[in-house]
């Protein structure tokens, strides 16, 4: 059978002349892009990694990383590097520590969540507090709406995602992906919040009255309408939108500061209300729940730190619900 560059000796010339700490190091050179935060995470000196780096370009025969001002930017092959070698190494990590035995007080590990702004909200806080007291050596990374993707979960690029299923919410949701793996969190409704001493609103909130007041909608993709006002619309009523804004977090603020209503998912309601000063209501129609998932990748299924905190996560959320 003929050798080649995937098998044998041929494998082993191709390798030649790298080990896996200069791996480990190019793997956070590339995601991180600062030699000094690079020396800091892996524990060595800078004048170490700048040796490794060294050894690195001449291997790849590409400087990999360049000059930009104060920033160092990823050059093509650096670009293309990137995905693949941060899989491979995870793939080497679960092979070598399967099934083993873990210390959360002494783990050091950072997950990265994919996940729209309404998550940091709802679920940080409880985490993080868990976090601190029992496992302080693991840390989260957020990442936005955008990396909700099955291919950032396949590629590396994120350790979870949280969103619904994707169809469940219009313009929202994590595509069924070959190799991600789900566990449903929580299902929620709605609810309508307003400033605590809105001039007009009294008692229950009437369907006159919440088409006759001004909302604030939030549309993450940016186009109008969403689930509210599909729903209204089958009901032959439209509500006036005095303000569209992408994020969750600043829609709580504005209502704060105005007479305008939110409809929003009731764990925002639930958070903000107290020290901004809002009133939740219940919405005068009838609105579905909505299913937020905890997805990640098969390859990433049996390995330890992962394992436990995302029965963490899922545990914690079923305590505060």
């Known amino acids: 059978m003929k050798t080649t560059d995937r098998d044998g000796p041929g494998l082993r010339a191709s390798l030649e002349g790298l080990d896996l700490n200069l791996l480990l190091t190019l793997d956070v050179l590339l ?10 995470r892996v524990g060595v000196t800078q004048s170490a990694v700048s040796h490794r780096l060294a050894r690195i370009r001449e291997f790849f025969d590409d400087p990999l990383l360049v000059s930009a001002g104060d920033d160092l930017v990823l050059t093509p092959k650096a670009e293309a590097l990137q ?25 050091e590990r950072t997950f990265v969540i994919a996940a729209a702004d309404l ?7 409880p985490l993080l507090a868990h976090l601190t007291r ?47 793996r789900q566990r449903m969190l929580f299902s929620e409704g709605f ?8 001039p007009r609103l009294r008692g229950r909130l009437t369907l006159k009255r919440y088409l006759s007041e001004s909302h604030v ?3 993450p993709q940016g186009t109008p309408g969403g689930l509210v006002d599909a729903v209204l619309a089958k009901q032959g009523a439209r509500r006036r939108i005095a303000v569209q804004v992408a994020s969750f ?19 925002l309601a639930t958070a903000t209300a107290k020290p901004l000063r809002l009133r939740v209501l ?37 305590q505060s619900g």
């Open 191 to 198: 609810s309508v919040v307003a400033r605590r001493d809105h």
């Open 217 to 219: 909608l939030v549309a």
């Open 119 to 125: 998550a940091e909200i709802s679920l940080l806080p």
């Open 83 to 107: 995905a693949p070698l941060r899989v491979a190494l995870r793939g080497l990590r679960d092979a070598l520590l399967l099934d083993e035995e873990l210390d959360p007080a002494t783990a």
């Open 249 to 267: 977090l600043s829609a709580p603020f504005l209502v704060a500061g105005t007479d305008h209503l939110l409809t929003c998912p009731t764990s």
């Open 31 to 40: 995601e991180i892009r600062n030699v000094t935060a690079t020396a800091e």
């Open 134 to 180: 029992v496992a302080p050596g693991m840390r989260i990374r957020m990442k936005g709406r955008g990396s909700v993707t099955g291919a950032a979960l396949a590629e590396g690029k994120a350790d979870f995602a949280i969103a619904p299923r994707e169809g469940s919410v219009p313009g929202v949701g994590l595509e069924d992906t070959r190799g991600i």
């Open 282 to 318: 219940k919405p005068p129609i009838e609105l579905p729940q909505t299913k937020l998932f905890l997805f990640w990748h098969d390859r990433m299924d049996r390995d330890a730190a992962h394992r436990w905190f995302r029965e963490t996560l899922i545990e914690l959320v079923a």
